[in-house]
């Protein structure tokens, strides 16, 4: 075993590649694909696996907020890149960088277009992005007279595309309401249709939605946790490969007596002696208190070593009484074997959760 010497985030650009293919697959060919890279492409690399799917001829890109966008453009990325959630205090940022803003609501399209006036835009391209469920952002059914009354008043922007975002396509035992926020959505493409000279195109589904709805790929799909490796099932889960592993080694063996107690409020109080290993990553990598007393392990040498006491903001302390290993040796805590999907699960989290608290703190190591 290649021992590691630090805390570092592992990123497998073939196991990338890997689920990218195989989403793909999955699509007819004229359907294009968006990866979904915010938070730092879900606490991996954004700029690397953006510059390796753009190699990949991907469609589109997706972040939540302007700045990830402009990050992008600073490494050179050139594919059109969507930007989810902007803030209109960033629509400068967003039109000298080409950037695509969601419109999500009337107040937001109107400072947009009065954005793109300013810098003297001609058919600056938006998405307009439609609520059918998640009540979370997006336009209305009823809102699409105001949409074209002031779409027709401007030359500054035009439409690129419609898309929604589905609340529940990894839940398979009840598909009525994803069934409904299909046909919501097609019932409002086809009201603006009914008012635009020209017809952008359409998105709904995201990774589970790709996988449980093929009938509504529409024109292109978004997938972000697909490409990370998971498919929030484990059928999905065989055909993927999660690309980031997060590893480090041992700082150092103790020998907890019986009785004595360890790390911060004495959280743990050994019932008998205990041998532990201190691992140098805390909850300011990203291991939240949450996996601390028992919840969260780490693995050592193909065993399962448990988080003793709270977790510290630099360190964890695990339990390798009945585990062979030294100082120097590495810790596992998540790789493509032993999933963040698992990990995240001791504390009802899930793998999206437990990939973007990574923080920046730690070093990614990129593997070609
Ligand atoms: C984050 C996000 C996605 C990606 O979802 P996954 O489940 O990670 O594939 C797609 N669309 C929107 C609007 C999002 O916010």
Same mark, same amino acid.
């Given at each position: 075993?290649?021992?590691?010497?630090?805390? $570092?985030? /592992?990123?497998?650009? %073939?196991?990338?590649?890997?689920?990218?293919?195989? =989403?793909? #697959?999955? +699509?007819?060919?004229?359907?294009?694909?968006?990866?979904?890279?915010?938070?730092?492409?879900?606490?991996?690399?954004?700029?690397?696996?953006?510059?390796?799917?753009?190699?990949?001829?991907?469609?589109?890109?997706?972040?939540?907020?302007?700045?990830?966008?402009?990050?992008?453009?600073?490494?050179?990325?050139?594919?059109?890149?969507?930007?989810?959630?902007?803030?209109?205090?960033?629509?400068?940022?967003?039109?000298?960088?080409?950037?695509?803003?969601?419109?999500?609501?009337?107040?937001?399209?109107?400072?947009?277009?009065?954005?793109?006036?300013?810098?003297?835009?001609?058919?600056?391209?938006?998405?307009?992005?439609?609520?059918?469920?998640?009540?979370?952002?997006?336009?209305?059914?009823?809102?699409?007279?105001? $949409?074209? /009354?002031?779409?027709? %008043?401007?030359?500054?922007?035009?439409?690129?595309? =419609?898309? #929604?975002? +589905?609340?529940?396509?990894?839940?398979?035992?009840?598909?009525?309401?994803?069934?409904?926020?299909?046909?919501?959505?097609?019932?409002?493409?086809?009201?603006?249709?009914?008012?635009?000279?020209?017809?952008?195109?359409?998105?709904?589904?995201?990774?589970?939605?790709?996988?449980?709805?093929?009938?509504?790929?529409?024109?292109?799909?978004?997938?972000?946790?697909?490409?990370?490796?998971?498919?929030?099932?484990?059928?999905?889960?065989?055909?993927?490969?999660?690309?980031?592993?997060?590893?480090?080694?041992?700082?150092?063996?103790?020998?907890?007596?019986?009785?004595?107690?360890?790390?911060?409020?004495?959280?743990?109080?050994?019932?008998?002696?205990?041998?532990?290993?201190?691992?140098?990553?805390?909850?300011?990598?990203?291991?939240?208190?949450?996996?601390?007393?028992?919840?969260?392990?780490?693995?050592?040498?193909?065993?399962?070593?448990?988080?003793?006491?709270?977790?510290?903001?630099?360190?964890?302390?695990?339990?390798?009484?009945?585990?062979?290993?030294?100082?120097?040796?590495?810790?596992?805590?998540?790789?493509?074997?032993?999933?963040?999907?698992?990990?995240?699960?001791?504390?009802?989290?899930?793998?999206?959760?437990?990939?973007?608290?990574?923080?920046?703190?730690?070093?990614?190591?990129?593997?070609?």
């Amino acid at each position: 075993m290649d021992n590691v010497q630090e805390t $570092i985030l /592992e990123i497998d650009l %073939k196991a990338l590649k890997h689920n990218f293919k195989h =989403l793909k #697959s999955r +699509l007819h060919n004229n359907t294009k694909f968006l990866a979904v890279v915010k938070a730092f492409a879900y606490g991996s690399d954004a700029a690397e696996v953006a510059k390796y799917l753009e190699q990949l001829n991907i469609d589109y890109f997706a972040v939540a907020y302007t700045y990830e966008g402009v990050a992008l453009r600073d490494a050179g990325i050139t594919t059109p890149i969507l930007v989810l959630h902007p803030q209109p205090v960033s629509f400068d940022d967003i039109i000298k960088r080409c950037l695509e803003p969601s419109i999500y609501s009337q107040r937001v399209l109107d400072l947009f277009i009065a954005s793109a006036e300013i810098h003297k835009q001609h058919n600056y391209p938006v998405h307009l992005k439609f609520n059918t469920g998640l009540n979370r952002l997006g336009f209305g059914q009823k809102d699409i007279p105001k $949409i074209a /009354e002031a779409l027709s %008043k401007t030359e500054a922007i035009k439409v690129t595309s =419609l898309f #929604s975002h +589905l609340a529940e396509s990894e839940v398979l035992d009840d598909t009525d309401f994803t069934k409904s926020q299909i046909e919501s959505f097609t019932k409002i493409y086809k009201d603006v249709y009914a008012t635009l000279s020209y017809k952008p195109f359409l998105h709904i589904c995201n990774t589970s939605g790709i996988i449980n709805y093929p009938e509504a790929h529409f024109d292109m799909v978004r997938s972000g946790i697909g490409l990370n490796g998971y498919g929030n099932d484990p059928e999905v889960n065989k055909h993927l490969k999660p690309i980031a592993a997060l590893k480090t080694n041992i700082s150092q063996i103790h020998h907890i007596k019986k009785g004595k107690s360890l790390g911060y409020n004495r959280a743990f109080i050994a019932q008998e002696d205990t041998r532990t290993a201190t691992l140098p990553l805390g909850h300011a990598d990203g291991i939240k208190r949450q996996y601390g007393n028992k919840k969260g392990f780490v693995t050592i040498n193909n065993q399962k070593a448990f988080i003793l006491g709270n977790v510290c903001m630099d360190m964890i302390m695990v339990d390798v009484t009945n585990i062979k290993c030294k100082e120097g040796d590495q810790a596992i805590i998540f790789d493509d074997k032993h999933t963040a999907e698992d990990l995240a699960g001791q504390v009802n989290s899930i793998s999206y959760e437990l990939l973007t608290a990574v923080s920046q703190r730690v070093k990614r190591v990129i593997r070609r």
